[in-house]
């Protein structure tokens, strides 16, 4: 299963950005997103709207999910790299390409883990 897309470096119109996005709120995946340069990449986490008990999840974590992609985030990073996050979004900027593209599968893991986790709870 396709965790996130990686955009082209061209992607005219945000085509395929808003194709991923379109696909990821029909079935109700995590919306990521890579996006490549010549050796660095950014990884993105948008919150789209779940149904209301997904919802309910992701707004009571209180930090949880920020602090725990913090750590996913500090795996992969070096001295270059920056990150920006909340329970509602997550940027992991500037992280080598293949430690990226590993950032943003643990990524997905974790929003999914998350909300399936206190669904069956």
Same mark, same amino acid.
């Not at 890579?34 to 707004?59: C, M, Q």
């Given at each position: ?7 082209p ?7 395929v ?8 709120? =029909? ?6 997103? #890579?996006?490549?340069r010549? /050796?660095? +990449? @950014?990884?993105?986490?948008? $919150? ?13 974590? =209180?930090?949880?999910?920020?602090d725990?992609? #913090?750590?996913?985030?500090? /795996?992969? +990073? @070096?001295?270059?790299?920056? $990150? ?18 590993l ?15 206190h669904?069956?709870?």
């Amino acid at each position: 299963m396709q965790k996130y897309i990686e955009l082209p470096k061209k992607d005219v119109g945000a085509k395929v950005e808003n194709e991923w996005y379109a696909i990821c709120q =029909k079935k109700q995946f995590p919306f990521i997103t #890579l996006k490549s340069r010549t /050796k660095l +990449a @950014d990884v993105h986490w948008d $919150y789209i709207t779940y149904p209301t008990n997904e919802d309910g999840i992701l707004n009571d974590l =209180k930090g949880k999910l920020r602090d725990d992609a #913090l750590e996913i985030f500090r /795996k992969y +990073a @070096d001295k270059r790299s920056e $990150y920006r996050g909340n329970d509602h979004l997550v940027w992991f900027k500037d992280l080598e390409i293949e430690k990226a593209k590993l950032a943003a599968e643990e990524l997905y893991d974790l929003v999914v883990c998350y909300i399936d986790g206190h669904k069956k709870a």
